[in-house]
């Protein structure tokens, strides 16, 4: 069983900063794709990131291009998002996500229960 828990949201001003964070059980996490996931109020859950379970590759939304960061520790089981330069279009809950397909996959196994991010104009 895979269980993921994110953490690190919270209410900030627009042009500010925040890291989240996921945590991974399971002894397989090194293997999976990692993903960020988020979903603003009335919209359909979007793509924001993800990297390889090699930690050789990355991709990202456009919107966010250039001022997030995705990146992963596989010996602590963790996967972050490094969120700067924020926008209140980035308000949303947001989702970490992992699978064992490729890098190429939007079609994610396991899901966590998600974390508020409110950015303030």
């Known amino acids: 069983q895979v269980q993921l828990v994110e953490s690190g949201g919270g209410l900030v001003q627009a042009g500010g900063s925040l890291r989240l964070s996921c945590v991974v059980s399971?002894?397989?996490?090194?293997?999976?794709?990692m993903g960020w996931f988020r979903q603003a109020p009335g919209k359909e859950r979007e793509f924001v990131a993800a990297?390889?379970?090699?930690?050789?590759?990355?991709k990202y939304a456009d919107s966010v291009k250039g001022r997030f960061t995705i990146s992963r520790e596989n010996a602590k089981n963790t996967v972050y998002l490094q969120m700067n330069s924020l926008k209140p279009e980035d308000t949303a809950v947001y989702y970490c996500?992992?699978?064992?397909?490729?890098?190429?996959?939007?079609?994610?196994?396991?899901w966590g229960q998600g974390t508020q991010v409110t950015v303030s104009s």
């Open positions: 990297i390889s379970w090699r930690n050789t590759s990355r």
């Open positions: 996500a992992a699978d064992p397909g490729s890098i190429s996959t939007y079609e994610y196994d396991y």
């Open positions: 399971g002894r397989t996490f090194s293997r999976y794709t």
